[in-house]
């Protein structure tokens, strides 16, 4: 067996971020935080934005359900928040096509639940009314109406409007920091009507949701959901105190539209109609359907999040699983999970960054630091065996698979790793059924490369 020739991991050109530390956990105990997590449909959800944005950063844990990687997902368009950034108002832009899709799905969702059609329209046309918002300028003054622009005041009219041109032209993205400053810290607090994972929420996350969301009645109030029948605030004046905080609820966002009668040409020439322009606006209005991102954890991260760090506690309803009971119900959910944890254990404890391979075809990727820093090192294989690396495997490699596989992970720039779990014979399934079990087995690395005959044969030469 030839020994392995190591290759230093690759550094990404473009780093947007700084490396924090490796774990979730500071090594004074001073600020020492549990997180909390939840079992739903089998997959393990973080919705706390604090415990999101802590369990990512320091040691990039889970994916956001609605993002490549980073949970940073915003229903803001990028080149309208470009268009409109001298507005200075924390909210989301959209435009009109796109609210008028979330309409109809709030539109199909209540008639899902017996709304009849007239009540559905008074509902949403009650619900997504314009509302009065509050515009800082760039020097510090005010401006209340139902729209703006970047044009400054009217005295006549308070509704402010903007002008541009039909040629768009050249439009500048925004850099990722500008694009995603002000909608990193989203609120993630689900509304069970839209939002599936909400319903299986504790008793506490609801209620902090009631009081976020504006009070919505039922078809006898006109509103849309959640009925409470307690209002003490009208939603002009709810809406005019959640515009004013400084950390930005979805519940409300900015809809570009165009003025009733706002094509005109420019002047009277023969040329008019080709330069025609239009006056937009951005109107306040609520969000009928808000979509939320949680972060998801695979079951070997938040495994390691309980056992081996000890900063995660994961609920099934109202009642947190022990580290027995998690690794039964992970062990049941997901047949190979004793062996993927294992090496993801080792990995980790090693420094590297494990994350799932399945797009690869196998168990695990390698990252050095995290995905944002470096590609993918090892695309991992593990299986489990015993003293005479024997044993059932989770899939059988022929020759034939093992080159095809070999063959698409050195195409991604990548190396193939088996890592054999070697299990004493000695050992019985009673211990198996325990994480302590992994004190007792040991791991073996096995680099896979495609031997050249040429290359041989020169090295020999060589020598």
């Known amino acids: 067996m030839a020994e392995a020739d190591f290759h230093p991991p690759r550094r990404k050109r ?38 999101i944005e802590q369990l990512y950063n320091k040691g990039y844990f889970g994916k956001g359900i609605l993002s490549r990687s980073r949970p940073v997902y915003s229903i ?13 108002i924390n909210m989301p832009i959209i435009a009109s096509k796109k609210y008028q899709c979330r309409v109809q799905w709030a539109k199909s969702i209540l008639q899902e639940q017996g709304f009849d059609d007239c009540s559905v329209t008074k509902i949403l046309e009650n619900y997504t009314k314009p509302l009065k918002l509050l515009v800082l300028e760039e020097d510090g003054a005010e401006q209340t109406g139902n729209s703006c622009n970047r044009m400054g005041p009217n005295t006549e009219n308070t509704e402010l409007s903007r002008q541009s041109s ?18 990193k810290k989203a609120c993630l607090g689900g509304d069970p009507a839209f939002d599936p994972v909400a319903i299986c929420g504790s008793k506490q996350q609801e209620q902090d949701d009631s009081k976020e969301i504006a009070e919505v009645s039922c078809q006898k109030h006109g509103f849309l959901v ?42 009277e020439s023969a040329h008019a109609q080709e330069n025609l322009v239009k006056k937009e606006k951005l109107v306040c209005r609520r969000n009928p359907f808000r979509i939320f991102e949680y972060l998801q954890l695979s079951l070997e991260e938040a495994f390691f999040l309980v056992y081996a760090l ?30 993927t944890y294992m090496a993801y254990h080792y990995f980790r404890s090693k420094g590297w960054v494990p994350k799932v391979g399945l797009k690869y075809g196998t168990d695990l990727l390698l990252y050095r630091k995290g995905p944002p820093f470096y590609h993918a090192s090892y ?17 059988p490699l022929s020759w034939k698979s093992l080159s095809g596989l070999n063959r698409t992970t050195v195409n991604a720039s990548k190396e193939l790793m088996l890592c054999y779990l070697i299990r004493p014979s000695d050992m019985t399934e009673e211990e198996m059924l325990t ?9 073996q690395e096995l680099i896979v490369t495609r031997w050249v005959s040429s290359r041989e044969r020169s090295e020999q030469d060589e020598l």
């Open 14 to 51: 473009r780093v947007f971020e700084s490396y924090e530390c490796p774990f979730p956990v500071d090594v004074g105990g001073k600020d020492f935080r549990i997180c909390q997590a939840e079992i739903i449909n089998n997959n393990v959800i973080v919705r706390n934005p604090e415990d």
């Open 435 to 443: 994480p302590e079990c992994m004190k007792r087995i040991k791991v």
């Open 226 to 267: 959640h009925c409470g029948c307690k209002a003490k605030e009208s939603t002009e004046q709810r809406s005019c105190e959640m515009i004013k905080s400084k950390e930005c609820a979805p519940e409300y966002v900015l809809v570009q539209e165009e003025e009733e009668g706002s094509l005109c040409p420019e002047d």
């Open 379 to 395: 695309s991992v294989i593990a299986e489990l065996v015993d003293d005479n690396f024997e044993g059932p495997l989770r899939r």
């Open 76 to 88: 803001s368009d990028p080149l309208l928040v470009t268009k409109w950034q001298g507005v200075n």
């Open 166 to 183: 039909t040629d768009t032209g050249n439009v500048v993205a925004p850099s990722p920091e500008n694009q995603n400053e002000g909608y």
């Open 310 to 339: 000890g900063c995660l506690s994961i609920y099934y309803g109202e009642e947190p699983l022990t580290i027995l009971k998690l690794w039964e119900v992970f062990s049941e959910v997901k047949p190979n999970f004793k062996t």
